[in-house]
């Protein structure tokens, strides 16, 4: 008989089932590390965002008579949320915080990126802050801006001293941008000063 | 879940309907290329007629050389006996020759095409230059916003997703953007043209011919890209003046109670944080302006039309409409709803 030309050559004979065994073992193992790799940030446009009532009943202050009760800290989802981040950097510019907090360095108010908090470092400080306003400058944004963004602002404000991961805050700007960005600033510890300017 | 799989598989198959309709209902809408309503976009049109004809009878030569290989293939007598692999010079030489031709005849036209290309490039891009009419179309995700420039400032005014023109006027459009890249694209205008942020450029066309034409951003520029839409309205010369006198006032005072109480909710809520109406303390330039929002035809970067139901269903939820889109879902109660959309919509 004479031989044709095999477009798809058969294999001579099939390979062992030890290696056939391991062939597959190692796919299955692929694909785990993949499923893995699926997971993904949400950026939730519906999503219900802490709620203000968290922040509600904040003390401003440690100084209280008789002994010092705890307070249970509240928990923003923004921080560890890049959307979340990255959208609190947008309103800081179009809400003009800018206007007054200069990117956070400080100028006609006080500056965010250093370590000292005239009025709470915390989330629900920085809440209550923006929404009620504070003496000697400070307006209050209550009703003007919705809570959710008022949370994705604190995420962002908070990042500008480095108290959020480095993960999840801004890495650049749409604009052009003189300090390092949020997301290689050191992390600030806090102190409260007490003393308003 | 599974419902949702549905409407996305219900979806998917719409969408490829859509696209295989496209190009047979393109070729009368208002959103064509083969309509041109500028002599530029004519241009554009020869060119690309030219292009589908020449297309057209490259392919039906391919086919049918392929059909006729297809049944001139070897007799049953001819497969059983042994191949003969031995030079024949003369086979070969004929066979070169046929490749070489049909190569010649492939660059020929594709450098035809390229002068085409090139010449109707040229002609598009010039235009004698008599007193233009200047806008300013800025790129926002996810809506336009159009400056009219005059020579008296204060006659200058901001409008948002629709542009109207005076018919047989040179236009100059400058094109610039506030975010990320978009791109200007009213086919029955003119070709696209990019706005990119922090630099500026120009798209000159001359409309003339009257009527309703769509555009849309052609660069993909985010969640709402595709439902990033706008409407050119070509009108006379003298509507066009009309239109612009009102346009340069400020927005009409509320008439009756409820509108009074309106523009309170307008004013005292999230909606003063980006947006305009003139004539108020409302002046922010993040999102659409609004001084005579009633007199637009379309909302939502002409994703929705103008009514007193899509504006409620908008101002409330909006994120439902288009996820993502700037603006935030509102709470308000039931009356205060009612007195914001009066006072809405009585800004014509």
Not at chain 2, 218 to 230: D, L, Y
Not at chain 2, 300 to 311: D, G, K, P
Request: aromatic share 8%.
């Amino acid at each position: 008989m004479r031989e044709g030309i095999l477009l798809f050559p058969r294999p001579a004979r099939r390979s062992p089932p030890a290696l056939r065994l391991r062939v597959v073992g190692m796919g299955a193992l692929a694909l785990l590390i993949f499923q893995a790799a699926c997971k993904r940030e949400e950026r939730g446009f519906r999503v219900q965002p802490p709620s203000a009532s968290a922040a509600e009943g904040s003390r401003m202050t440690d100084f209280q008579p008789g002994p010092r009760t705890p307070e249970s800290p509240v928990k923003n989802e923004y921080e560890d949320n890049a959307y979340a981040l990255s959208e609190g950097k947008r309103l800081f510019q179009e809400y003009n915080c800018s206007g007054c907090h200069f990117n956070g360095g400080g100028g006609i108010g006080p500056a965010l990126m250093d370590d000292e908090w005239l009025y709470g470092d915390k989330p629900e400080n920085i809440f209550e802050t923006i929404v009620e306003g504070r003496p000697n400058g400070m307006p209050s944004f209550r009703g003007k801006v919705p809570d959710y963004q008022v949370w994705q602002l604190v995420a962002y404000v908070r990042s500008l001293s480095g108290q959020v991961g480095s993960n999840a805050a801004p890495g650049r700007s749409d604009h052009m941008q003189t300090s390092s960005p949020e997301q290689s600033r050191p992390r600030e510890s806090p102190k409260l000063s007490g003393k308003p300017r | 879940m599974k419902r949702h799989k549905e409407t996305q598989s219900r979806y998917r198959v719409t969408g490829c309907c859509c696209a295989a309709l496209m190009f047979f209902q393109d070729l009368s809408g208002a959103h064509s290329s083969v309509e041109p309503a500028t002599p530029q976009a004519g241009r554009i049109a020869n060119l690309w007629w030219v292009m589908f004809y020449v297309s057209v009878a490259v392919l039906a030569l391919v086919t049918a050389a392929l059909i006729y290989a297809v049944f001139r293939r070897r007799s049953a007598r001819e497969q059983t006996a042994p191949v003969d692999l031995s030079p024949n010079t003369n086979r070969e030489r004929k066979a070169t020759r046929a490749a070489a031709v049909a190569l010649a005849v492939t660059i020929a036209i594709l450098f035809v095409l390229l002068g085409l290309s090139f010449t109707t490039g040229r002609a598009v891009s010039f235009l004698s230059n008599e007193s233009p009419l200047e806008i300013k179309a800025v790129g926002h995700r996810w809506w336009w916003e159009f400056q009219y420039v005059d020579p008296v400032p204060s006659r200058g005014f901001i409008t948002a997703n629709e542009l109207r023109l005076p018919q047989g006027r040179q236009i100059v459009l400058t094109l610039t953007s506030n975010d990320v890249i978009h791109s200007f694209w009213a086919p029955n205008l003119m070709g696209k043209k990019d706005l990119i942020p922090g630099q500026e450029s120009r798209l000159i066309f001359r409309p003339e011919k009257q009527g309703v034409f769509r555009g849309q951003c052609a660069e993909f520029c985010g969640f709402q890209h595709a439902q990033m839409g706008f409407l050119v309205l070509v009108e006379s010369d003298g509507d066009f003046s009309d239109w612009y006198n009102h346009e340069s006032q400020q927005a009409v005072q509320p008439s009756n109670d409820s509108e009074k109480r309106g523009r309170q909710v307008f004013l005292s809520s999230t909606c003063v944080m980006c947006h305009t109406i003139g004539g108020t303390p409302a002046n922010s330039n993040i999102g659409p302006p609004l001084t005579h929002l009633a007199s637009r035809t379309s909302i939502a970067a002409a994703t929705l039309t103008n009514s007193r139901e899509n504006l409620a269903k908008w101002v409330t939820d909006s994120q439902k409409i288009k996820p993502g889109n700037r603006m935030p879902p509102n709470v308000l109660g039931p009356e205060n709803l009612d007195d914001l959309l009066n006072y809405l919509t009585s800004l014509k």
